[in-house]
């Protein structure tokens, strides 16, 4: 079969893009086909890294598991991530190329279509189908004149659109109707169908309003995909929900409060533990939210100096480090830029991350650390020192950490993509209060999960969990495809596919 594309497209962001363009990879591979994910330019702090040691989105690393294929960094070419509100780093087929402006950027994006161009073409060479997100909205007049990702890329790749509205959010017709009415007639004839996605209720109210849709667009709704609370996908870019609430549950017992940072990067960190059925965790951002947690931890962060100067602003390095000595029991953990808050100094003398030049620390490891333009990469696997249990992960850090003193390195890095290794990550105090490893993913191994949690059980006088909580993203997946391929015309979509544009 001639390799096919097709363009999932959204009304805005946090539609359900991502996740929509996931399930479609999952179907068609369930259908028989080699599929993959591509999505030209991304702006996420949520990263991944390949096997090869490049950076790209969450969502195309997920998207490249549902196809069950590697992750590679044709499928998300440009990955954008911010470090203050009007500048980012610009990731370029998965290696930093610098930091720029808003308008540096707007001028940059004319000198890379070309690679581009290249990603999109090996992917097509090597797949059957491939599947397109767009990122926000097709219809922003203001960024039209050097599009890099929506109907720009439509166009190179020949493929038809389907646009995704969120009904949950309120006035999806509107919100439909006016982003066809902002594209241009040629624009318009490449969108083929909609797909309107988190209805809660019953779908026969739905039906004047699809009526209507249909007879003044002339264009289908392909199926509408209810809201769901019990698939866990890993969050792509913007903040979930879940940030805003606490996780009730009479079973949950083991308090954990992961504190949101204001550039809080690669929160799937935590993804797992939220599902264990003995914890209950939380993202704070203020002083009076950390009450009687057993577990703080402090996250990774897209700039780490910002960030430790909003947690004294906020009070809240004053109220962790109050906690952290008066309170025994309590385990303090960080992990990529907060293992370097909880050290005594943090320098970026090359304003790689931000115009301070250097800030202190929570002061309660024996380390400091610099940042440098170089940015380590790298998949891992490492064993934890303490148990002997291996982990995997990945390493994602413009830092360099050295710490002083007789504290116990925390993990043993044996494996650094292809190669094998031997270093040491991470440091621990004696007790095991406080930790820090530059692994992410940590906590999405079953085993050393609950070995975690465990020890908090029996500091507790709790007995141990023995029954492992598997976090399968696989599984859910699954389960994402299941729910998609029962809310949509199966059929009418590959009519679309295959009759191409």
Same mark, same amino acid.
């Given at each position: 079969?001639?390799?096919?594309?097709?363009?999932?497209?959204?009304?805005?962001?946090?539609?359900?893009?991502?996740?929509?363009?996931?399930?479609?990879?999952?179907?068609?591979?369930?259908?028989?086909?080699?599929?993959?994910?591509?999505?030209?330019?991304?702006?996420?702090?949520?990263?991944?890294?390949?096997?090869?040691?490049?950076?790209?989105?969450?969502?195309?690393?997920?998207?490249?598991?549902?196809?069950?294929?590697?992750?590679?960094?044709?499928?998300?070419?440009?990955?954008?991530?911010?470090?203050?509100?009007?500048?980012?780093?610009?990731?370029?087929?998965?290696?930093?190329?610098?930091?720029?402006?808003?308008?540096?950027?707007?001028?940059?994006?004319?000198?890379?279509?070309?690679?581009?161009?290249?990603?999109?073409?090996?992917?097509?060479?090597?797949?059957?189908?491939?599947?397109?997100?767009?990122?926000?909205?097709?219809?922003?007049?203001?960024?039209?004149?050097?599009?890099?990702?929506?109907?720009?890329?439509? +166009?190179?790749? %020949?493929?038809? !659109? /389907?646009?995704?509205?969120? =009904?949950?959010?309120?006035?999806? $017709?509107?919100? *439909?109707?006016?982003?066809?009415?902002?594209?241009?007639?040629?624009?318009?004839?490449?969108?083929?169908?909609?797909?309107?996605?988190?209805?809660?209720?019953?779908?026969?109210?739905?039906?004047?309003?699809?009526?209507?849709?249909?007879?003044?667009?002339?264009?289908?709704?392909?199926?509408?995909?209810?809201?769901?609370?019990?698939?866990?996908?890993?969050?792509?870019?913007?903040?979930?929900?879940?940030?805003?609430?606490?996780?009730?549950?009479?079973? +949950?017992?083991? %308090?954990?409060? !992961? /504190?949101?940072?204001?550039? =809080?990067?690669?929160?799937?960190? $935590?993804?797992? *533990?939220?599902?264990?059925?003995?914890?209950?965790?939380?993202?704070?951002?203020?002083?009076?939210?950390?009450?009687?947690?057993?577990?703080?931890?402090?996250?990774?962060?897209?700039?780490?100096?910002?960030?430790?100067?909003?947690?004294?602003?906020?009070?809240?390095?004053?109220?962790?480090?109050?906690?952290?000595?008066?309170?025994?029991?309590?385990?303090?953990?960080?992990?990529?830029?907060?293992?370097?808050?909880?050290?005594?100094?943090?320098?970026?003398?090359?304003?790689?991350?931000?115009?301070?030049?250097?800030?202190?620390?929570?002061?309660?490891?024996?380390?400091?650390?610099?940042?440098?333009?170089?940015?380590?990469?790298?998949?891992?696997?490492?064993?934890?020192?303490?148990?002997?249990?291996?982990?995997?992960?990945?390493?994602?850090?413009?830092?360099?950490?050295?710490?002083?003193?007789?504290?116990?390195?925390?993990?043993?890095?044996?494996?650094?993509?292809?190669?094998?290794?031997?270093?040491?990550?991470?440091?621990?105090?004696?007790?095991?209060?406080?930790?820090?490893?530059?692994?992410?993913?940590?906590?999405?191994?079953?085993?050393?999960?609950?070995?975690?949690?465990?020890?908090?059980?029996?500091?507790?006088?709790?007995?141990?969990?023995?029954?492992?909580?598997?976090?399968?993203?696989?599984?859910?997946?699954?389960?994402?495809?299941?729910?998609?391929?029962?809310?949509?015309?199966?059929?009418?979509?590959?009519?679309?596919?295959?009759?191409?544009?």
């Amino acid at each position: 079969m001639k390799a096919k594309a097709l363009q999932i497209c959204g009304t805005g962001s946090g539609v359900g893009k991502s996740i929509i363009t996931a399930a479609l990879c999952r179907i068609f591979l369930q259908d028989g086909y080699s599929v993959a994910p591509f999505k030209s330019q991304n702006m996420a702090l949520n990263s991944f890294v390949t096997e090869e040691g490049g950076e790209i989105g969450r969502a195309q690393a997920i998207q490249a598991y549902a196809s069950k294929i590697k992750p590679t960094v044709d499928m998300n070419p440009i990955l954008i991530k911010p470090t203050r509100d009007t500048k980012a780093q610009i990731i370029l087929l998965g290696k930093p190329v610098g930091n720029m402006s808003v308008y540096e950027y707007k001028n940059y994006k004319k000198l890379v279509f070309d690679k581009v161009k290249g990603s999109f073409k090996r992917l097509k060479e090597k797949y059957e189908i491939v599947v397109i997100e767009g990122a926000g909205s097709p219809a922003e007049i203001n960024l039209k004149k050097h599009d890099l990702v929506n109907m720009r890329i439509a +166009r190179l790749a %020949k493929a038809p !659109v /389907i646009i995704v509205g969120d =009904i949950d959010k309120g006035g999806v $017709f509107a919100w *439909l109707v006016g982003t066809l009415q902002l594209m241009t007639p040629k624009e318009r004839e490449m969108v083929r169908g909609f797909i309107i996605n988190k209805f809660r209720g019953d779908k026969r109210l739905l039906k004047p309003g699809i009526n209507f849709l249909e007879k003044y667009t002339g264009k289908k709704v392909l199926g509408v995909v209810p809201y769901f609370h019990d698939i866990n996908i890993p969050e792509e870019d913007s903040l979930p929900v879940r940030f805003r609430r606490k996780t009730p549950g009479p079973k +949950r017992t083991i %308090k954990i409060d !992961v /504190i949101h940072l204001p550039h =809080i990067s690669n929160f799937t960190d $935590f993804d797992a *533990l939220e599902q264990e059925p003995d914890v209950s965790l939380r993202y704070v951002k203020r002083a009076d939210e950390l009450d009687s947690p057993d577990v703080i931890i402090i996250p990774g962060t897209k700039n780490t100096i910002e960030d430790l100067s909003y947690l004294t602003k906020a009070g809240l390095a004053k109220k962790i480090i109050s906690i952290f000595h008066s309170r025994p029991s309590l385990v303090l953990a960080g992990i990529c830029g907060g293992y370097q808050m909880l050290g005594d100094r943090v320098y970026d003398k090359k304003g790689v991350e931000s115009k301070t030049r250097e800030m202190e620390g929570l002061g309660l490891l024996p380390l400091t650390t610099e940042i440098y333009p170089e940015k380590i990469l790298s998949q891992v696997k490492a064993r934890h020192l303490d148990s002997d249990i291996v982990v995997t992960g990945y390493e994602i850090h413009h830092g360099r950490t050295e710490a002083r003193g007789n504290l116990k390195p925390l993990f043993e890095i044996f494996g650094a993509g292809n190669e094998k290794a031997k270093k040491y990550d991470g440091i621990t105090t004696h007790d095991n209060r406080c930790w820090g490893t530059y692994i992410h993913g940590v906590f999405d191994g079953d085993r050393f999960r609950r070995h975690f949690l465990n020890a908090l059980r029996r500091k507790k006088g709790w007995q141990d969990l023995s029954t492992v909580n598997s976090y399968d993203v696989d599984k859910e997946i699954d389960k994402l495809a299941r729910l998609v391929r029962s809310n949509i015309d199966l059929n009418l979509l590959y009519k679309v596919l295959l009759r191409g544009r």
